[in-house]
């Protein structure tokens, strides 16, 4: 069975980092894998994407460009999300999801997405 398990939320001052790591198992290859994030009272939204090859592309939200990177490490079949420079509005439970095929919608689509961890906390101190 497909599994995501997400780790390295903490709490952390303003301009702090954190990385956050997902782990996969059940399966080797994926069309996309992204993490989103809901803060306490809000809709969740998608915050980084990894399109796999052969179509090949990242994205991100806007209001986290030049501060998180998104990666993958092949090897271990891990998601990677360095933030950098954290803000309070950053804070929130991140989700991990994966999808497998192209479902014609957008990176930020939560339909293209069958597959979600359980989220890990990240808490940003002012």
């Known amino acids: 069975a497909v599994q995501l398990v997400e780790s390295g939320g903490d709490s952390v001052q303003a301009g702090g980092s954190l990385r956050l790591s997902c782990h996969g198992s059940g399966f080797r290859v994926s069309y996309a894998m992204a993490w989103f994030r809901q803060a306490p009272g809000k809709e969740r939204e998608a915050v980084a994407a990894f399109i796999y090859p052969p179509r090949g592309n990242i994205y991100y939200v806007d209001s986290v460009k030049g501060r998180f990177t998104i990666s993958h490490d092949q090897n271990e079949n891990t998601l990677i999300l360095q933030m950098t420079n954290l803000k309070s509005e950053d804070t929130a439970m991140y989700y991990c999801?994966?999808?497998?095929?192209?479902?014609?919608?957008?990176?930020?689509?939560?339909?293209?997405?069958?597959?979600w961890g359980q989220g890990t906390r990240v808490t940003v101190l002012s």
């Open positions: 999801a994966a999808g497998f095929r192209d479902r014609g919608v957008s990176w930020s689509e939560e339909s293209l997405y069958g597959h």
